[in-house]
C-alpha cells in the first residue's frame, strides 16, 4: 500500500444500511397508506351517487310540478313527499306559495334555501351539499315553456345509508391513523438511531464554532463512517486550538503594540472604506465608516504611486503628517496619521516663552548693568548717587527675583498632570481668599457663597488661583468701585466662581489672548507684573481637572469664572 494512504476497513452494519432499512420501512408503509385511502373513494363515490339521486328526484318533481295546473301543486307534492325529502315550491316572483314547514322541516332552517328558489327562477340549477349528508336543490319549474316558479327540495339519506357510510369512513380513517402512527415510531426509531451520535458531533462542532477548541469532541465512538466523521473533526480540533493559539498572541501583541500608538493607524480601501483602525484613528473616520474627505485623495495617490507622504496636511484647525503605502496583498492600503498640531503650537509656544523671558529679563539686566558702571566709575563716593543706584540695583533684582519665581511656578504647573485632587469645601476657600487680599480704599468687596458647596479640586491651587484673580479686579477697578466674589452650584453637580468687577474691562480683540503667556494687554504696559499670573492660573485649574474663563466688555467691567467638577464619592469627611 502507498505511503500516506490509509486503509479503509469494511463495516458490516454501516450508515447505508441504517437508510436502506429506513427507505424500505418508509415505503412499505406509505404503499399501505395508499391502498387505505384509495379505497376511502368508494364512500365518496357513494356520496355523490345519493347527490345525484336527490338531484334527479326533484327534477323529476318539479317537471310533474309543470305539467300540472297551479292548483293541484299541493297534491303533487303530497304524492313524493316522504321521511328525509321535504320540498317547497315558490312562484315567479319568488314568493312561497306552498306551506312552509315539510316533513317537519321549516323552510327558514334550510341553509341557502332562498338562494336556490333565486338561482332557478334565472332558469340555473342549484346544488349544494350541508354537513351531515344534507343536500340543497333548487330546480325551475316551467310551464308553456317559460319559468313559472322554482322548487328548493332538501334530501337526507336515509339514516341506514348514513350509519353505513360513516362506518366505512371511520374504519378507513382508524386503519390511516393507526399506519401514520406506525410509520412514525418507526422512522423516529430508525432516525434516532441514525442521527443521535451525529447530533453529539453537531454539538461538538457548535463549540469550535464558537471557539470553545478545549473539550474534545462527544460522538465518535463505534465503527462506522460516523467515526470517521468524529475523528476527522477531533484531528482538526487540535489543529485548530494550535494555530488559533498562536494567531491570539499574535493578535493580543499587535493589538496592544498599535492601540498605544499615539499615531492613527488605519487600513481603507481607496474609496475610504476603512477595514481597520486604532483608537488613535477615530477622529479621521466618519459615521458612515469611511476616512475623512481629506484623507481619500491622498489614498488614491498612494494606491498609484505606491507610497505618498504628506507633512502639511490640514484638516479644520489642525495639522497632520500622513504616510499611506499601498498593500497589494489586501488590494487595500495602510495610512499612518501623525497629529502634529500641540508639536507646532508647542514649538512656538517655547520659541514665544524664550523670547518673552529673554525680553523681560534684559531691562532689569541692562539697569544693574549701568548702575554698576555708575557707582565704578566713582558715584560710590557720593552718598546721595550711591543710595539711589543701590535703590535701583535692589529693585532690578527684585524683579528679576519674581519674574524667575514666576517662571518656576509655570514650569512646575507644565510639568505636573491632573489628578491628586479631592473634595473640598468651595464656600471656605473662597472666604479664605477674600480675606487674604486686602482691598484697596474706596473699593467694596462683597462675597456671595452658600453652604454645601462641595467640588473636586486642590485647595491651595484654588486659593491661589482666587487670589490672583481677586488681586487683578482689585488693580483693574478704579475707586469708588465693586468687587464681588460669588460661587454657585450648578445643575450637574459642578461648582462655578466668579470674580466681579467695575474696572475698566477688556477688549475685545484681547480677551482671547489675556491668558496666553507674557501677554498684558495694550492698557496694561505700565503695570506692575510679567504678564505670568493668568497663565498659571490657567495651569493650575487645568490640574484640578476644571475650567477657567473670562467674559468682559471695555468699560464695562469683567467677570473672570473657575469651573470645578462635581465632588467624587469619598470615604473621609470634607475637610
Known amino acids: 500500500m502507498a505511503t500516506g494512504q490509509r486503509s479503509v476497513r469494511r463495516r458490516p452494519f454501516g450508515v447505508r ?29 357513494a356520496g355523490q351517487r345519493l347527490t345525484e339521486l336527490a338531484v334527479g328526484r326533484t327534477v323529476g318533481l318539479a317537471d310533474a310540478i309543470g305539467n300540472r295546473p297551479p292548483q293541484q301543486t299541493e297534491a303533487t307534492l303530497s304524492g313524493v313527499i316522504e321521511e328525509g325529502y321535504s320540498a317547497w315550491v315558490f312562484d315567479d316572483r319568488g314568493r312561497l306559495t306552498t306551506s312552509p314547514t315539510a316533513e317537519g322541516i321549516n323552510l327558514l332552517d334550510v341553509p341557502n334555501a332562498r338562494r336556490a328558489a333565486q338561482s332557478s327562477l334565472i332558469g340555473s340549477r342549484y346544488v349544494d351539499e350541508l354537513p351531515g349528508g344534507a343536500t340543497v336543490v333548487g330546480i325551475p319549474i ?21 350509519q353505513a357510510i360513516e362506518a366505512g369512513r371511520g374504519d378507513r380513517l382508524a386503519a390511516v391513523g393507526i399506519a401514520v402512527l406506525v410509520a412514525l415510531v418507526v422512522s423516529f426509531l430508525i432516525a434516532s438511531a441514525i442521527t443521535s451520535r451525529i447530533k453529539r458531533l453537531a454539538v461538538s462542532a457548535a463549540r469550535l464554532s464558537e471557539g470553545d477548541l478545549d473539550e474534545p469532541l462527544e460522538g465518535t465512538g463505534g465503527r462506522d463512517e460516523i467515526t470517521d466523521l468524529g475523528r476527522a473533526l477531533e484531528t482538526m480540533r487540535g489543529a485548530l486550538r494550535r494555530t488559533f493559539g498562536a494567531l491570539r498572541e499574535e493578535r493580543d501583541r499587535l493589538s496592544a503594540i498599535l492601540e498605544a500608538q499615539s499615531d492613527a493607524v488605519m487600513v481603507a480601501k481607496t474609496d475610504g472604506e476603512v477595514r481597520f483602525s486604532n483608537a488613535s484613528a477615530r477622529p479621521l473616520i466618519g459615521e458612515d465608516g469611511r476616512a475623512i474627505p481629506q484623507l481619500i485623495p491622498w489614498l488614491r495617490r498612494a494606491s498609484r504611486r505606491a507610497v505618498v507622504e504628506n507633512d502639511a496636511l490640514r484638516v479644520g484647525e489642525r495639522l497632520y503628517s500622513l504616510n499611506a503605502r499601498r498593500l497589494p496583498a489586501e488590494d487595500a492600503l495602510l495610512a ?3 497629529d502634529r498640531t500641540e508639536e507646532i503650537r508647542r514649538a512656538a509656544a517655547e520659541r514665544e516663552f524664550v523670547s518673552n523671558a529673554a525680553h523681560e529679563l534684559r531691562n532689569p539686566i541692562a539697569g544693574i548693568s549701568g548702575a554698576v558702571e555708575v557707582l565704578r566709575a566713582g558715584a560710590k563716593d557720593d552718598l546721595d548717587a550711591r543710595e539711589h543706584f543701590l535703590s535701583r540695583l535692589s529693585e532690578d533684582a527684585e524683579r528679576i527675583s519674581r519674574l524667575t519665581e514666576s517662571l518656576l511656578t509655570l514650569a512646575r504647573m507644565e510639568a505636573v498632570g491632573a489628578g491628586g485632587t479631592e473634595a473640598l469645601d468651595v464656600a471656605l476657600v473662597v472666604e479664605e481668599s477674600t480675606e487674604a487680599v486686602a482691598p484697596p480704599e474706596g473699593i467694596e468687596v462683597e462675597l456671595e457663597a452658600g453652604d454645601d458647596l462641595v467640588a473636586q479640586g486642590d485647595r491651595a491651587l484654588l486659593r491661589q488661583v482666587l487670589i490672583g484673580l481677586i488681586t487683578n479686579a482689585f488693580k483693574n477697578t478704579p475707586p469708588p468701585g465693586e468687587v464681588r466674589i460669588r460661587a454657585r452650584p450648578e445643575p450637574d453637580g459642578a461648582v462655578r466662581i466668579e470674580v466681579v468687577d467695575t474696572g475698566t474691562g477688556i477688549a475685545s480683540e484681547e480677551i482671547g489672548r489675556i491668558f496666553e503667556r507674557f501677554y498684558r494687554g495694550s492698557g496694561s504696559l505700565q503695570q506692575e507684573g510679567f504678564g505670568l499670573g493668568l497663565s498659571i492660573a490657567r495651569r493650575m485649574v487645568d490640574v484640578m481637572g476644571g475650567e477657567i474663563g473670562v467674559e468682559s466688555a471695555e468699560g464695562e467691567g469683567s467677570t473672570f469664572w473657575v469651573r470645578l467638577r462635581a465632588a467624587q464619592p469619598a470615604t473621609t469627611p470634607v475637610a
Open 336 to 338: 499612518v496619521v501623525r
Open 17 to 45: 444500511l441504517y437508510l436502506a432499512f429506513a427507505f424500505a420501512a418508509v415505503a412499505l408503509i406509505t404503499a399501505g397508506i395508499a391502498y387505505l385511502v384509495v379505497g376511502d373513494t368508494g364512500n365518496q363515490g
Open 142 to 162: 316551467f310551464r308553456e315553456g317559460r319559468i313559472a316558479g322554482a322548487l328548493v327540495a332538501r334530501s337526507v339519506p336515509a339514516p341506514e345509508v348514513r
